[in-house]
């Protein structure tokens, strides 16, 4: 029930924003959560991104604090994320999920940075 999109090939310096919507999700539950991004590069582990709470709190991975802004529209059960300075090393694929790892994985989003 997660959908992500906005992936897409981008020159290093390139600018994405990543959507990611609780299709399923009603809104009542969607909104207390606190959200995150995750990322996995080929051959590596799924990590932390970013989160934001539902008081729009925020915290980010120190490799993209600066470079990524996460933020939410509860009233469409969406995440975003705007991915600013991409880097090679920020090719990935993308993913959203609550910072607890307690919703169905969606298919994510690849994002390709190239050099």
């Known amino acids: 029930q997660l959908v992500e999109s906005g992936g897409g090939l981008v020159q290093a310096g390139g600018s994405l924003r990543l959507s990611c919507r609780a299709q399923?999700?009603?809104?009542?539950?969607?909104?207390?959560?606190?959200w995150a991004w995750y990322r996995q590069a080929p051959g590596k582990e799924r990590e932390f991104v970013a989160s934001?709470?539902?008081?729009?709190?925020?915290d980010y991975t120190e490799f993209v604090k600066g470079r990524f802004t996460i933020s939410r529209d509860n009233g469409k059960k969406t995440l975003y994320l705007q991915m600013n300075g991409l880097k090679p090393e920020d090719t990935a694929v993308y993913y959203c999920?609550?910072?607890?790892?307690?919703?169905?994985w969606g298919q994510g989003t690849q994002v390709t940075v190239s050099s």
């Open positions: 999920n609550t910072l607890d790892k307690s919703v169905t």
């Open positions: 934001i709470g539902s008081r729009g709190v925020t």
């Open positions: 399923r999700m009603i809104l009542s539950t969607f909104s207390p959560l606190t």
